[in-house]
């Protein structure tokens, strides 16, 4: 599964600024004192959801940061395989890690 980053940051951004917060009122999960139902069918659906506001944003800046990472890692890979002096067997390996294998 492909995870759109742009697109879920743009979902958290629009979202209900967090931290959520649960609690149970007359047989109700709400998500805040005075606020419509959190529309979740069970207390582990709600926790899920009050979790995800917090957990979703972190996990998209993490990927993002994984993604800037391997992208300077491939440029440092690019520099590397143009040494003259190179064993050929690294310059494939190199080639093969700048594909996206191992």
Not at 61 to 72: F, G, S, W, Y
Not at 75 to 102: F, M, S
């Amino acid at each position: 599964m492909t995870l759109d980053l742009k697109a879920l940051r743009e979902l958290c951004e629009r979202a209900t600024p967090g931290p959520w917060t649960l609690y149970f009122d007359d047989g109700h999960w709400l998500e805040r004192p005075g606020t419509t139902d959190l529309c979740a069918h069970t207390n582990t659906d709600a926790r899920f959801i009050a979790a995800a506001r917090s957990a979703l944003p972190a996990l998209i800046d993490l990927v993002a940061a994984k993604d800037a990472e391997i992208e300077r890692l491939r440029e440092v890979l690019r520099d590397v395989k143009d040494y003259d002096d190179l064993p050929y067997a690294w310059i494939d390996y190199i080639n093969t890690a700048l594909k996206g294998g191992t």
